[in-house]
Nanobody, 114 residues
């Protein structure tokens, strides 16, 4: 059974940082590209970042470019999202997913507020 479990969310002040993790199991993690997607309150889903199976190629939404960094550790079956210089506009539930599939985690809440 495919499982994706996000962690690392929380409440942070503007300008702060968080690192999200996505622990994967039930499939060959190293064979799949992965993505982070978020949903802000009252808004639709927004793709945030993606990474290829080997970790050597990454991409970002313009809204997070230069502030967020995606990476993965295939030995640990885990993907990460380092988020720096957070703003209130980053407040959302963050989901990890297997790219090109309908497998999602349960999400982790990130709230940026003073």
């Amino acid at each position: 059974e495919v499982q994706l479990v996000e962690s690392g969310g929380g409440l942070v002040q503007p300008g702060g940082s968080l690192r999200l993790s996505c622990a994967a199991s039930g499939f060959t993690f190293s064979s799949y590209a992965m993505s982070w997607v978020r949903q802000a309150p009252g808004k639709g889903l927004e793709w945030v970042s993606g990474i290829n199976s080997g970790g050597g190629s990454t991409s970002y939404a313009d809204s997070v470019k230069g502030r967020f960094t995606i990476n993965r550790d295939n030995a640990k079956n885990t993907m990460y999202l380092q988020m720096n210089n957070l703003t209130p506009d980053d407040t959302a539930v963050y989901y990890c997913k297997i790219a090109g599939t309908n497998y999602w985690g349960q999400g982790t809440q990130v709230t940026v507020s003073s």
